[in-house]
Antibody
Framework: QVTLRESGPALVKPTQTLTLTCTFSGFSLSTSGMCVSWIRQPPGKALEWLALIDWDEDTYYNTSLKTRLTISKDPSKNQVVLTMTNMDPVDTATYYC?????????????WGQGTLVTVSS | EIVMTQSPATLSVSPGERATLSCRASQSISSNLAWYQQKPGQAPRLLIYGASTRAAGIPARFSGSGSGTEFTLTIGSLQSEDFAVYYCQQYDNWPPFTFGQGTRLEIK
């Protein structure tokens, strides 16, 4: 069974750096084609794709946020980490991680339960 | 960037009736489209990929169709558990992956 779980702080202050961890099981991020992505959703709003890391450690980012995002993986721990710098109240959202099985089959399945991050002083 | 537009924003349908949700891409995405269902307080769940293939465990009352720029999600004989928000997502040309703004399916 494939599962993913997000963890990180529930509250961060403006200008701080957010670090989120996605811990997964049931698959290997070293398998050719496998990817993990981060997606966020502000309260009551739509989904926004943030970043992706693949089995070969290639990384891809949402252009509008690229300067603030870093995605990395720790295969030994089955974890993917997302950092976002210079947090702002508009970054308040539920952050999800999700698996992609291959570049050509690039739908998100499954998703983690999500973690709500509030940006406030 | 490919823009995904969903309509309507809100759809009111009675239980037992059929619901038809639309998704339009700003350029052709072949059949590289997925549909997700999201219930309050929950993560999105994959329903359909490849525009028309149901994901594992998804009931047959959910069906997807379309290719190119126009796509439809049809839910036949609505059950109480089907009232939720539905999102489409393109994976033809990425990055970035892009989602529609969602259609809220509510009980009439």
């Amino acid at each position: 069974q494939v599962t993913l779980r997000e963890s990180g702080p529930a509250l961060v202050k403006p200008t701080q750096t957010l670090t989120l961890t996605c811990t997964f099981s049931g698959f290997s991020l070293s398998t050719s084609g496998m990817c993990v992505s981060w997606i966020r959703q502000p309260p009551g709003k739509a989904l926004e794709w943030l970043a992706l890391i693949d089995w070969d450690e290639d990384t891809y980012y949402n252009t509008s946020l690229k300067t603030r995002l870093t995605i990395s993986k720790d295969p030994s721990k089955n974890q993917v980490v997302l950092t976002m710098t210079n947090m702002d109240p508009v970054d308040t959202a539920t952050y999800y991680c999700a698996r992609i099985r291959s570049w050509s089959d690039a739908w998100f399945d499954p998703w983690g339960q999500g973690t709500l991050v509030t940006v406030s002083s | 960037e490919i823009v995904m537009t969903q309509s309507p924003a809100t759809l009111s349908v009675s239980p037992g009736e059929r619901a038809t949700l639309s998704c339009r891409a700003s350029q052709s995405i072949s059949s590289n489209l997925a549909w997700y269902q999201q219930k309050p307080g929950q993560a999105p769940r994959l329903l359909i990929y490849g525009a028309s293939t149901r994901a594992a465990g998804i009931p047959a009352r959910f069906s997807g169709s379309g290719s190119g720029t126009e796509f439809t999600l049809t839910i036949g004989s609505l059950q109480s558990e089907d009232f939720a928000v539905y999102y489409c997502q393109q994976y033809d040309n990425w990055p970035p992956f892009t989602f529609g703004q969602g259609t809220r399916l509510e009980i009439k």
